[in-house]
């Protein structure tokens, strides 16, 4: 469980200037990357034969931050004296971009999933390693409760670690609920829905690509796990269903699994995971780790801790419970800073972003052929 700390002094240090290369989701990473002070958004950047809506997006967020929106990757970095790019593109085009970027020199904050392809992941390590720069795939691991887990896991309070467990309910919806397509009606086609799903910030699978649930959502969960035990996966048994959502029965792709995980060391893990939509929760979902020691066990809520408020003409869509001393996004970034300064390692780098990849992949697999999978 060897993994980096955050530093608890004041930033320090000169300022990293940013290319943000494609931000067509909800753009929460470049945001984060812009709450550090030592971060910049200098110039945000794209391929010049990426969809007009694609375009749109870049030139909102662009006018948004007064920068400039540059439709080439490649000379936006050579005109812009940039040392980090901010991938935050379609899933399909992560990979892609961060290799380039990469081989340009520049460090790497990338959008999650790592890919739909794990060929595409080992692309990116490769990538990072020869050119010696860092990579940080956007994660959940400096949430309050989460770092307290982190310390009691630690301290060896509940002695050594023998299983592990993280529900992961996620309360958004994606489109119409399942048995709501009428008879000779086509398919959802599943870029018109994340298009659609922009304006509530749903469409974390953006792109042509389906993407189920262990796709879009697992790196949050298994990153907990990796960030927690240490230990690498190395079978999978996975039971998945599209059971919510008409967008997923039409596609394909689950959004609702289970996975058992045959860990390194003869740990024990498992993790639930669902899209089980707006009206199930009052809060973002269900979502809470379970650990089992050799001397205790511990039981956690990732969302603490937390408020509940309610006011009148409140609008039935609105979370009552929210987050509070809620920092991630500046850790993450001190996190950065921190590995580039001192040549440390991130607190989710390339291999263990292509390690999760590699376990999702395999859960999928499984979920399909009955059987358990090895993690490749």
């Known amino acids: 469980m060897d993994q980096p700390e955050t530093g608890s002094q004041p930033e320090t240090g000169h300022t990293f200037r940013c290319a943000v290369l494609s931000v067509v989701k909800h753009a929460y990473v ?3 990357v812009a709450a550090h002070p030592r971060f910049e958004l200098a110039v945000v950047a794209d391929d010049a034969d990426v969809p ?32 980090v790019a901010v991938v935050s593109s379609e899933a399909e085009r992560h990979c892609d971009l961060s290799v380039r970027a990469a081989n340009l020199g520049l460090h790497v904050i990338q959008d999650k999933p790592m890919s739909n392809r794990l060929s595409e992941c080992d692309r990116v390590v490769e990538a990072c390693q020869a050119s010696r720069v860092k990579f940080l795939l956007w994660n959940r691991n400096f949430l309050p409760a989460v770092m307290h887990a982190r310390q009691i896991v ?7 670690l023998c299983a592990i467990h993280v529900d992961f309910y996620f309360a958004k919806d994606s489109g119409p609920p399942k048995g709501s397509r009428k008879p000779g009606d086509p398919p959802i086609d599943w870029l018109t829905r994340q ?39 190395e079978r999978v048994f996975a039971r998945t269903t599209a059971h919510f959502h008409q967008a997923n029965v039409d596609n394909d792709v689950e959004d609702l699994a289970t996975v058992t995980l045959e860990m390194q060391g003869g740990m024990v893990g498992s993790l639930c995971i669902g899209r089980i939509g707006a009206a199930s929760h009052p809060d973002i979902g269900e979502i809470k780790i379970h650990v089992l020691g050799s001397n205790g066990a511990l039981v956690l809520s990732e969302a603490r801790p937390e408020v509940e408020v309610y006011y009148r003409g409140q609008p039935a869509t609105e979370f009552r419970r929210r987050r509070i001393a809620n ?16 040549d440390g390692q991130t607190i989710l780098d390339a291999k263990a ?24």
């Open 327 to 342: 920092d991630n996004d500046y850790q993450l970034m001190q996190n950065f800073a921190d590995a580039i300064d001192h």
């Open 30 to 32: 470049p945001r984060g």
């Open 154 to 160: 630690s301290s060896g309070q509940i002695g050594t």
């Open 52 to 83: 007009d809506w694609a375009h749109e997006r870049n030139q909102a967020f662009a006018d948004e931050f007064d920068i400039p929106y540059v439709r080439d990757v490649e000379l936006a970095i050579e005109k812009h004296d940039v040392q």
């Open 195 to 233: 298009l659609e799903a922009h304006a509530d910030g749903s469409d974390g699978g953006v792109g042509r690509d389906p993407l189920g649930e262990l796709k879009i959502e697992g790196v949050y969960p298994l990153g907990y796990i990796h960030m927690l035990t240490g230990a690498r996966v």
């Open 353 to 376: 972003g292509r390690a999760i990849c590699a376990t999702v992949d395999a859960a999928i697999r499984s979920g399909k052929t009955g059987r358990p999978e090895a993690v490749s």
